[in-house]
């Protein structure tokens, strides 16, 4: 299993990013995958979730009506659009699934990509 996150970067106050999350070495379609993110000194927690078809998502209260998650099952891709960004929400953002194998839960995590909100 390999995540490849791009997208983030320094933007202002109220500025949008989209994260991309490109999935490989599983059926993609099969599985849920979520965004977390963690801040200096955080825990990092589970900010928004889409099953495997795409129909169902989930977000956390602090990034409801702001963030999107989408996926493209074409592209073996989930996106996070983040709009009206704000100063918390700086942290590094990292793709997640947890896939059952050998009589266990497997927990898979991308890179990160850093998102720094700031004025």
């Known amino acids: 299993v390999h995540f490849v996150e791009s997208g983030g970067g320094l933007v202002q106050p109220g500025e949008s990013l989209q994260l991309s999350c490109v999935a490989s070495?599983?059926?993609?379609?099969?599985?849920?995958i979520s965004w977390w993110r963690q801040a200096p000194g955080k825990e990092r927690e589970r900010i928004a979730g889409?099953?495997?078809?795409?129909?169902?998502?989930e977000y956390a209260d602090s990034v409801k009506g702001r963030f999107t998650i989408s996926r493209d099952n074409f592209k073996n891709t989930v996106y996070l659009q983040m709009n009206d960004l704000k100063p918390e929400d700086t942290a590094t953002y990292y793709c997640?699934?947890?896939?059952?194998?050998?009589?266990?839960?497997?927990?898979?995590w991308g890179q990160g990509t850093q998102v720094t909100v700031s004025a």
């Open positions: 997640y699934v947890a896939i059952p194998g050998d009589g266990r839960i497997n927990r898979h």
């Open positions: 070495g599983f059926t993609f379609t099969s599985y849920g």
């Open positions: 889409i099953t495997g078809g795409g129909r169902n998502t």
